[in-house]
């Protein structure tokens, strides 16, 4: 099996457990929770598929560097996201893509 195939797989199976552990309605909440734009945040919490940097998402989500950071750590800490860079240069990974609006179910 490639390599490819494999992680694809692995995005399929952490896809799968963040919706019946956690609930795409539960990780909406989280993501917008108290936000003045939710939207933003939706957007900046799709794209992070592992290849961002904490700078790239301030910028999708319109604020600004220090924000977005305890922003994604406190993602982190609920488990909604997680790093797979490195000490120096974190990116996150999304569990899986978040609807525009609670109560939807998307892939």
Do not use: C, F
Request: charged fraction near 20%.
């Amino acid at each position: 099996m490639s390599v490819d195939i494999i992680v694809k797989q692995n995005e399929i199976l952490i896809g799968l457990l963040a919706r019946s552990t956690i609930g795409i309605d539960s990780i909406h909440d989280i993501v917008t929770r108290g936000k003045k734009n939710p939207g933003a945040y939706i957007k900046a919490y799709n794209a992070l598929t592992g290849s961002l940097s904490v700078t790239d998402a301030a910028k999708i989500a319109g604020v600004n560097k220090g924000t977005m950071s305890v922003t994604l750590s406190s993602w982190e800490e609920a488990g909604i996201i997680y790093d797979v860079g490195e000490a120096n240069r974190p990116l996150y990974k999304r569990l899986l893509v978040l609807p525009a609006s609670s109560g939807e179910k998307k892939d």
